[in-house]
């Protein structure tokens, strides 16, 4: 877990944590080898290649134009007099072909930035030629949320530290947050930092990290840079307060929970109608002091996007999206409740829609699903009306007030 009360700089990496990096390299590298057959016939291509980037890694280090250099002598050493000048020509243009390719900003990078931008102090630590990496910031469209970019020539514990250091900043006060465990997170704790890894889906052989050193570090893991504002999230500046994910329904909004809510959420929570619907995590009777913990939590949680449903100015009832992990991180399940003087309205049909497509639209996920109780044919209908398919029914799944439930299943997926 980090330290958030610490934080004051969040650095991130560029490559594979910004924007599409690596599978440019690797298309290139596939182009360069189809070339290559016409020449040298069948060889252990990838191999070859990778031996000859990581010995001229001291020489030419990283980023486009070493590993041009690298190709062209990869295709010397495999083709030697055989490799025409017309091939040669075709390297070169490689080559450039990716210093000119187009920044492909990943998914939900800049809403992020967006969000965090007002409460912390947002830089670039990355690795690589400098003029291309300049190049690649600015034609990003990201640089306005930045008050600094560093290039530098490698990411090691020496580096980083000097790199503090020349901006002032204290080392445990900042976060660094990238794809490469190797580069981004392990020497950014050895240089007194804290480090979140998000994985990209294709790794260069060079980053990657002995299981065996693993075991001596702790760090967490998302598996989407949009999870970063919720593990932040601090009390006293919410990491969402200008960049709150707000939806508008035609009579109501859904919102982040905030001191204040109190008053209303336990006002219309303290039912048991409602309680009986609900998991035995929902207590009743349901106090002030039960609000208040809630809010803490949705405002602190990590693991589940939770939002008021805000009629005529008060909180009138609630509705979250809880992520599954690991396998099942592809379906999240939804679940809400609405203050009864609201009922017969429309308004749980219109939220239930409004979050199905965000979490479908935003949240990367296919599936949203829904657990309703066999005494509850009110939610059901709530569901249908919101597009929700019956998936089945769960015989005895659950134990409520001392009586074994059936439960039916729900869900909507993405097209």
Known sequence: MIANEQIRTLAFDADDTLWVNEPIFRHTEQRLKDLLLDYVGDIDFDQRIYEVERRNLSLFGYGVKGFTLSMMETALELAGKALPAAAVASILQMGKDMISYPIEVLDGVEEVLKALQPHYNLIIITKGDLFDQESKVARSGLAGYFTHVEVVSEKNRTAYKEVFQRLGIAPAEVLMIGNSVKSDVLPVI????????????????????????????????????????????????????????????????????????????????????????????????????????????????????????EVEGQVSGVISLLFKEDVYRASVELGYWLGEPFWGQGISTEAVKLVTA??????????????????????????????????????RAARKNGQLLDVHVYARYST
């Open 190 to 309: 050895d240089a007194g930092g804290q480090a979140v890894h998000i994985p990209f889906h294709t790794t260069w052989q060079h980053e990657e990290v002995n299981t065996d050193i693993l075991m001596e570090y702790a760090f967490p893991v998302l598996e989407d840079i949009r999870r970063l504002p919720r593990l932040l999230n601090p009390t006293e500046r919410p990491a969402y307060a200008a960049g709150a994910t707000i939806l508008y329904g035609s009579r109501f909004r859904l919102r982040p929970l905030r001191p204040g809510d109190e008053e209303s959420l336990s006002r219309l929570a303290n039912n048991p109608k409602i309680a009986r619907n609900l998991m035995d995590r929902f207590p009743q009777p349901y106090t002030r002091a039960d609000a208040a913990r809630f809010i803490t939590f949705a405002r602190q949680s990590g693991e589940e996007a939770v939002f008021g449903i």
């Open 358 to 395: 965000y979490a479908l639209e935003k949240a990367e996920v296919s599936r949203v699903f829904a657990n309703v109780f066999e005494y509850n044919p009110a939610s059901r209908r709530v569901l249908e009306k919101a597009g929700f398919e019956k998936e089945g029914v769960s015989r």
